[in-house]
C-alpha cells in the first residue's frame, strides 16, 4: 500500500446470498482527501463503508485502512477509524456534554483529555450554547454535529460518514462541511456516502456506485467534461413527444427533462447532433434547436448510470 493511501480494495466483494451487494470494487482513497460515494438506493454504498470499517467481512476481495488489511487487523484499524452511521447511537435522555463524555469514556480516554477534546470540539461546531440541553431536543442538524462530535473524540485518521445530513436543513448541511473542511484542512481524511450531487460537487473526488459496482470516479469537474458521450440541450415544443421519440433512437445514451427544455446526451460513435435533429424534422415537420452545453453532474450521473443499464 502506499504511504499516502488511506483506503485502497481490490476486487471486494460482498454478497448475501444471491445478492451481490458490492461487485469487485477496486478503489483507492489518499490522505487529506475528502472522497464522495454517490448513487442510488441499494447502489451498495452503506455496505462499503461497513466492509472498510470491519463491520462486515468480505465475501472475496482484500481492504486496507490506513496500512492494515481488514478484516484482519480489524483491533488495530479501529484506533485509527471514526465511524458515523446514518443512525447514529445517540442517548437522548443525556445531554450534549454527557453523551460525549460516556462516547469518550467507551474509547477509554483519560478524563482531562476528554474533557479538553469536549471544549475544543464545542468550540470548533458553534454547540457551547448547547452542552447542558439534552440530545433529544436538539435540531436535526445539532444532533448530526454531536454525533459527529462523539465520532472525533479518539482523534481518527479517517472519518466514514453514511450520508451524514440526510433529512438536515440547507444552513446546517452548510456548517456541517464547513466542519469537515477544517478536519482535512487538519491533516484528516474524510469518506462520505451523500445523496446530494451538491454536496458531491464539494469533494475532491467522487466516486458512482450503481448495483453494487464502481463505474465512473473522478474529480466532479473531470467527471463532466472527460465523458466520451456529448450532451445537448433541445428546445421543443413538446418535452414529452420528443423525450419518448429520442429515447429509442440508436446512440442516444439518455435523454431527461431540464425545465423548459430537454438534456440529451448522444454517443458521438453512432450518432451525431445533425441527425438527430434531422430525424426529428423527418418525423415531425419542425427542426428542433440543439446547443452543446457542459452537463451537470446530476445529468452526467443520470446519463451514466443509463448507459450502465443498457444492454
Known sequence: ????????????????????????LNLEVSKGEIFGLVGPDGAGKTTTLRLLCGLLNPSSGQARVAGRAIPDELVAVKDHIGYMAQRFGLYADLTVRENMNFYGDLFGIRAAERDSLTARLLRMTRMEPFGSRPAGKLSGGMKQKLALMCTLLHRPQILFLDEPTNGVDPVSRRDFWAILYQLVKDGMTVMITTAYLDEAERCNRVGLMHRGRLIRCDAPDSLKTRLEETAYEIEVPDLREAKEFYAGLPGVVSVEPAGATLHLFLDPGRTSADELRGRFESRFGRPPAFRQIVPSLEDTFIALIQKADKP
Open 1 to 24: 500500500m502506499k504511504a499516502d493511501l488511506m483506503v485502497q480494495t481490490e476486487n471486494l466483494t460482498r454478497r448475501f446470498g444471491e445478492f451481490v451487494a458490492v461487485d469487485s
